[in-house]
């Protein structure tokens, strides 16, 4: 058999930049690419590796080709990773911007932008005014003020010239009726929303505390629903619904829910943040107590009937709060779901009672004509 002539080297270069004249099966079995009859590698300008950035700020030295095939960015004829950083846009929580390695940048607490970025034409969240529920306020991005259950107060805002104070949700604990004649059946805690906004109750709970010689130990924790409380209004949770007037939340147990005092306490609470707290029967240990509870007791009788049935403990008036609970709070007539009374004797059960205006309140009728 005539096979021809043999095979004339020729140039052969590599992934490395470097050209051997070499047959182009042995340059395809060397790992290299010939290149093309009549070629030699003094006259052929094979390919020369560059730098190479990738998304995790690693660098390699390949081809150009080879590095686009890969996902990578090169860097240009000339360079390589010896003299190269690859460096992207990192923004940081200031809203300021540095060309950075990945590793510098996440070291500094910063976040890369990506691959070829730069700061010139990167745009880095700035940071705005982030309220938080206890009136606090921090400089800081949208992203990190939500995480950390604040509320952005929107672009070009800070809190030089933000008053978050203003968007504390104004939940008060408004009426307590914790002891009745006989068994605790008719228990209940009513909560007003005396803000000028409405408020989601979702993430708050109310906080049974049992204060026993002036400690704070939390005995039950009421979680409130994914529900609008509007400005104004008034939400109940009670342990029988079956005996407490415009009951919003029944809970268990029907008896016995909330404890008689000597102290305790009844708290709303959100994100672990006391928003406001009544002891009652003397001072629960911190953070229960505003100013005192001393003398304030739910009056009790076991006599169904008798003269301090349907009494609590209330704000009046409603919804003031100085944060005095022995103050703000006193023994009067219960009104559950609504606004709180004057009357302080001859409380009987609640009835429907229509004013001229086409309103209509659940009071005791002794109160009709106030």
Excluded: H
């Excluded at 929580?93 to 730069?118: E, H, K, R, Y």
């Amino acid at each position: 058999m005539d096979c021809g002539p043999p095979l004339e080297p020729q140039a052969c270069c590599y992934f490395d930049g470097s050209c051997q004249d070499q047959t182009p099966t042995d340059c395809t079995n060397t790992g290299g690419t010939p290149q093309g009859e009549g070629t030699d590698c003094a006259t052929t300008n094979c390919p020369q590796p560059e730098a190479c950035c990738y998304s995790d700020g690693l660098c390699q030295d390949q081809l150009a080709a080879d590095c686009t095939a890969s996902g990578g960015l090169a860097k240009g004829a000339g360079t390589s990773c010896a003299t190269s950083q690859c460096l992207q846009a990192c923004c940081y929580l200031n809203g300021s911007c540095q060309d950075a390695t990945v590793a510098d940048c996440i070291a500094n607490g910063g976040t890369s932008q990506g691959l070829g970025t730069d700061c010139a034409t990167a745009n880095c969240p700035q940071p705005e005014a982030c309220c938080y529920s206890d009136g606090s306020c921090q400089d800081e991005a949208v992203a990190n003020c939500t995480a950390n259950g604040g509320t952005s107060k929107g672009p070009g805002t800070d809190c030089a010239t933000t008053d978050c104070v203003s968007d504390i949700p104004q939940l008060v604990i408004n009426e307590i009726d914790y002891d009745q004649p006989g068994t605790d059946d008719g228990e209940f805690i009513e909560i007003k929303n005396t803000g000028t906004a409405s408020v989601n109750l979702a993430g708050y709970t109310v906080e049974l505390v049992n204060g026993w010689g002036g400690g704070a130990v939390i005995y039950k924790i009421i979680s409130l629903p994914d529900l609008e409380l509007n400005s104004g209004g008034y939400f109940v949770v009670c342990g029988n619904a079956a005996n407490v007037d415009n009951c919003d939340l029944d809970v268990s147990p029907d008896t016995d829910l909330i404890q008689n005092g000597t102290p305790d306490a009844v708290a709303i609470t959100f994100n672990n943040t006391v928003i406001d707290t009544v002891s009652y029967g003397g001072d629960t240990g911190a953070p229960y107590t505003e100013g005192s509870g001393s003398g304030l007791l739910d009056p009790w009788s076991n006599i169904p009937g008798g003269p301090e049935e349907y009494k609590g403990i209330s704000r009046f008036p409603d919804g003031v709060d100085t944060n005095q609970n022995n103050i703000d709070f006193s023994v009067r007539c219960i009104t559950p779901g609504e606004s709180n009374i004057s009357q302080e004797s001859n409380c009987i059960t609640p009835q429907a009672c229509c004013y001229s205006d086409g309103s209509c309140q659940d009071v005791a009728p002794d109160f009709y004509t106030n």
